[in-house]
């Protein structure tokens, strides 16, 4: 149990459709990233949140959006639901070092949510 | 990001050992090479990193060649709970801004352990 909660486990929707996922982090952690893995882009990085504040984003399409509240959970909110969606999508927390150190900065991952679009 | 290469899959007995390779030909100064595993129907988890020298862990040993540009992850004996995707990562440690903090999966290895 790497101490990171998400739900719903499962999730299944039509396209066009709006849904939210949910990420508790570990304890103490202050960033959440985001994941998308699908079985033809495997495991990619939608976007990070750092006590709040959008730290980095990667290839997270405009119909996707995030955010991370003061107790420091975060939501990942998709809308305009297309069949391409479908895939798990998992949640890490950490709390990074900053640039320069050694330190792994390990990120712990959430069970994930699968979302199934129809 | 710098590109690794890991064959597509491998496989191995029960308590034998296993070395994973990860080619990183273009790997900067200040990239640190860090392992991650998935196991069926679970997130990633954390194995191991190093930079240089070969580290090792309660889970894994990692053996860095010594120009960089590959390294091999050791699973001293296998068990048929190590039975995963074993994904080569490399990260800048001295990176800020958008490019800090994010992993960048590639494929993957998949191991098959038998019994």
């Known amino acids: 149990d790497s101490g990171v909660t998400q739900t719903p486990k499962h999730l299944i929707t039509a396209t066009g459709q709006r849904v939210t996922l949910r990420c508790s982090p570990r304890?103490?952690?202050?960033?959440v990233y985001w994941y998308q893995q699908s079985l033809d882009q495997g495991l990619q990085f939608l976007i990070q949140?750092?006590?709040?504040?959008?730290?980095a984003k990667g290839n997270i399409l405009e119909r996707f959006s995030a955010q991370q509240f003061p107790d420091l959970h975060s939501e990942l909110n998709l809308s305009s639901l297309e069949l391409g969606d479908s895939a798990l999508y998992f949640c890490?927390?950490?709390?990074?070092?900053?640039?320069?150190?050694?330190?792994?900065?390990?990120?712990?991952f959430g069970p994930g949510t699968r979302l199934t679009v129809l | 990001d710098a590109k690794t290469t890991q064959p597509n899959s491998m496989e191995s007995n029960e308590e034998e050992p296993v070395h994973l390779p990860c080619n990183h030909s273009t790997i900067s100064g200040t990239d640190y090479i860090h392992w991650y595993r998935q196991l069926p129907s679970q997130g990633p988890e954390y194995v191991i990193h190093g930079l240089t020298s070969n580290v090792n862990n309660r889970m894994a040993s990692l053996a860095i060649a010594e120009d960089r540009k590959s390294s091999t992850l050791i699973l001293h004996r296998a068990t048929l709970r190590d039975a995963a995707v074993y994904y080569c990562i490399l990260r800048d440690h001295f990176a800020g801004g958008t490019s800090y903090g994010k992993l960048t999966f590639g494929q993957g290895t998949i191991l098959t352990v038998h019994p």
């Open positions: 949140y750092y006590n709040g504040e959008e730290r």
């Open positions: 890490a927390s950490n709390t990074p070092t900053p640039p320069g150190t050694g330190y792994a900065d390990t990120q712990y």
């Open positions: 304890s103490g952690d202050l960033s």
